[in-house]
């Protein structure tokens, strides 16, 4: 009785989470491909996820590192999505939300609820 009362309200936090989804991601990884003719093996970006959707939150602290005229103000960048996705360390995510499209580089380890996952995320530099 009490474990379906659980499951129930788990399920209204997830539908609660997912209707502030306001944007889509792509996710791309490495994969490695050999070339035919010179049997050189090359590391390749593919798409491993399309049309995810997601949401993006954005906060900012100010640094206590700086002059008394310049603070550095450090960003947050946190994506939200499903629990059951599976993002491999070192993808590219490219999340279009608000009108805008920005890539994005995987910065940790997905903390991961029942009700969604959140993963904090880097401006894109490139591939290491």
Same mark, same amino acid.
């Given at each position: 009785m009490m474990i379906d009362a659980v499951?129930? $309200?788990r399920q209204m936090h997830r539908r609660a989470i997912e209707e502030t989804y306001d944007g889509?991601?792509?996710?791309?990884g490495m994969r490695a491909v050999r070339d035919p003719e010179t049997k050189v093996t090359r590391q390749e970006e $593919?798409? $491993?996820?399309?049309?995810?959707?997601?949401?993006?939150?954005?906060?900012? *602290? *100010?640094s206590a590192v700086g002059s008394s005229t310049v603070v550095a103000v450090?960003?947050?960048?946190?994506?939200?999505?499903?629990?059951?996705? $599976?993002?491999?360390?070192?993808?590219?995510i490219v999340v279009e939300q608000q009108g805008r499209c920005e890539s994005y580089d995987q910065s940790g380890k997905a903390a991961v609820y029942p009700s969604h996952q959140e993963i904090l995320l880097e401006l894109w530099k490139g591939y290491a």
């Open positions: 499951r129930k $309200v889509t991601c792509r996710i791309y $593919v798409l $491993v996820q399309d049309g995810i959707p997601c949401h993006l939150s954005f906060s900012s *602290a *100010a450090q960003q947050t960048i946190k994506l939200f999505l499903a629990p059951e996705l $599976v993002i491999p360390p070192g993808s590219r």
